[in-house]
């Protein structure tokens, strides 16, 4: 049973840390960043939010927490299951998996106009992964697949070590 709140619609929740999962399930490597905040959020006590990355409410959530974490399935001509991590004040390294749809704005356009509104949090930090096939009705690729629990340990690793070890000790991350 995952921890991580789904946020079409309903309140966030909030603190000192806020960790936020982007993606759409049923859409291959799409739904990477949401595995990743369902297994942080079963290892308890850091709040963590599944997002569809819509902008508007984006922005709502990077209010919700001074210190802010975005996983995110991401674009770089890399081999899928590739890690990356860039703080929100530098533009990020790749693109979003969603960035071609005609009704929103990608991760870095979010931040961007969260940045022109003064919108963002004390720390904002990112993690992609780099996403393989994307196609409707799809699972997550073997290689991305393999390469979520390192990802749920590197954001663990920063999580412990911006105050959260207390809360979220004990089991490590499941593979």
Do not use: K, Q
């Not at 780099?130 to 009705?137: C, D, N, R, T």
């Amino acid at each position: 049973m995952s921890n991580a709140a789904e946020t079409s619609g309903a309140p966030a929740p909030a603190g000192d840390r806020l960790v936020i999962g982007i993606g759409r399930d049923g859409r291959g490597d799409d739904a990477a960043g949401l595995e990743a905040v369902r297994r942080l959020g079963e290892l308890g006590a850091v709040p963590c939010v599944l997002s569809d990355g819509e902008p508007t409410r984006l922005l709502e959530l990077f209010g919700r927490a001074p210190r802010v974490w975005v996983v995110d399935a991401v674009r770089s001509g890399a081999a899928p299951g590739t890690l990356y991590r860039f703080e929100g004040t530098e533009p990020p390294p790749y693109r979003a998996v969603g960035t071609t749809s005609t009704h929103g704005l990608s991760l870095g356009e979010a931040i961007a106009l969260g940045r022109a509104l003064d919108r963002l949090p004390g720390a904002l930090i990112v993690h992609g992964i780099e996403a393989g096939p994307v196609a409707l009705g799809d699972g997550l690729s073997l290689a991305v697949a393999r390469a979520i629990p390192r990802l749920v340990a590197r954001v663990r690793a920063e999580i412990d070590a911006s105050g959260g070890a207390a809360a979220i000790g004990g089991a490590g991350p499941r593979a």
